[in-house]
T-cell receptor, first 111, second 115 residues
Framework: DQQVKQNSPSLSVQEGRISILNCDYT??????FLWYKKYPAEGPTFLIS?????DKNEDGRFTVFLNKSAKHLSLHIVPSQPGDSAVYFC??????????FGQGTRLTINP | EPEVTQTPSHQVTQMGQEVILRCVPISNHLYFYWYRQILGQKVEFLVS????????KSEIFDDQFSVERPDGSNFTLKIRSTKLEDSAMYFCASLQTSGRAGELFFGEGSRLTVL
């Protein structure tokens, strides 16, 4: 089941620069897309979401872009900070309750 | 800040044994979930629970799995006869209302190791 895919298992970015994490999906029935952040030994923490009827949502340093025709979304973090180092999961919602997660991308912010 | 709590944090069991993982969701939340993450793999949906019954379950959630909310606060996941491939981190999550995407609060997880 590869409905949500994050093709980059890892990403390394210098502090202060922009981090761009990508995600692709296949199911047109997803109505919301979300990004979760996960530190080791902790559960995923909600970061930001976007409705399938929007193409951009911004919250502070975090912006999510949705390209429905390409079935692609991305998370931009700018400026990147050392505390942003974590695993980022893209997730898509189908129905009212179920999330389908991608494999995750490990982001490392280098000082 | 309210949080989802899970116990135990780590459980080691022998294959074939029964395991119960416990969760205390956030008190005013109405929807409850179990997800799991096998080491190095994606987080996978197992089951959702609303109004004291299962609302959806994945193909992973076979007859060996069950959930219940025995006392109105705890939400448990039982695996009747564990298999080696059940070894994973199990995350409980809760949601206040289904209309708000993303407000899914996860616990810190229970690591299950089946030997």
């Amino acid at each position: 089941d590869q409905q949500v895919k994050q093709n980059s298992p890892s990403l390394s970015v210098q502090e202060g620069r922009i981090s761009i994490l990508n995600c692709d999906y296949t199911n047109s029935m997803f109505d919301y897309f979300l990004w979760y952040k996960k530190y080791p030994a902790e559960g995923p923490t909600f970061l930001i979401s976007i409705s399938s009827i929007k193409d951009k949502n911004e919250d502070g340093r975090f912006t999510v872009f949705l390209n429905k025709s390409a079935k692609h979304l991305s998370l931009h973090i700018v400026p990147s900070q050392p505390g942003d180092s974590a695993v980022y999961f893209c997730a898509a919602r189908i129905g009212a309750q179920k999330l389908v997660f991608g494999q995750g991308t490990r982001l490392t912010i280098n000082p | 800040e309210p949080e989802v709590t899970q116990t135990p944090s780590h459980q080691v069991t022998q294959m074939g044994q029964e395991v119960i993982l416990r969760c205390v969701p956030i008190s005013n939340h109405l929807y409850f979930y179990w997800y799991r993450q096998i080491l190095g793999q994606k987080v996978e949906f197992l089951v959702s629970f609303y109004n004291n019954e299962i609302s959806e379950k994945s193909e992973i959630f076979d007859d060996q799995f069950s959930v219940e909310r025995p006392d109105g606060s705890n939400f448990t996941l039982k695996i009747r006869s564990t298999k080696l491939e059940d070894s994973a981190m199990y995350f409980c999550a809760s949601l206040q209302t289904s209309g708000r995407a993303g407000e899914l609060f996860f616990g810190e997880g229970s690591r299950l190791t089946v030997l």
